[in-house]
Nanobody, 137 residues
Framework: QVQLVESGGGSVQPGGSLRLSCATS????????????MAWFRQVAGKEREGVAA??????NYAGSVMGRFTVSRENGETSLYLQMNNLKPEDTAMYYC????????????????????????????WGQGTRVTVSS
């Protein structure tokens, strides 16, 4: 099955930048990244997990709160997921999780790129353990 390994979190001052990474692989030596779309979520203690960004091929969606500041991408033959976070704000402080969903008709992968799409945790099948981001003075 899919394995997700996150890294890149840390502590930064407001206005700073961080780049989160999520390495992906399947249980076999031969991977097929195109079978999945991916997303980033974040969660503050005591609150529900919030969709931050989602990507499927060249298409992507972003939460309004991060639009223009965050950029999601898949590189290294789409085996790695990234979230470049610029101009960080204290409100960005959270645990950040990468997630993957299997492609399929009517699933989240079809919706990515559509106007107003926001990823929901229940749509995604595989999850990383999270990496903490703290933005403070």
């Amino acid at each position: 099955q899919v394995q997700l390994v996150e890294s890149g979190g840390g502590s930064v001052q407001p206005g700073g930048s961080l780049r989160l990474s999520c390495a992906t692989s399947e249980s076999t030596s031969i991977t097929y990244p195109a079978s999945y779309c991916m997303a980033w979520f974040r969660q503050v203690a005591g609150k529900e997990r919030e969709g931050v960004a989602a990507i499927s091929g060249p298409r992507a969606n972003y939460a309004g709160s991060v639009m223009g500041r965050f950029t999601v991408s898949r590189e290294n033959g789409e085996t790695s997921l990234y979230l470049q976070m610029n101009n960080l704000k204290p409100e960005d402080t959270a645990m950040y999780y990468c997630a993957a969903a299997r492609s399929g008709i009517g699933g989240p992968c079809d919706k990515i790129g559509g106007y107003g799409y926001s990823p929901r945790p229940s749509e995604y099948n595989y999850w990383g353990q999270g990496t903490r981001v703290t933005v403070s003075s």
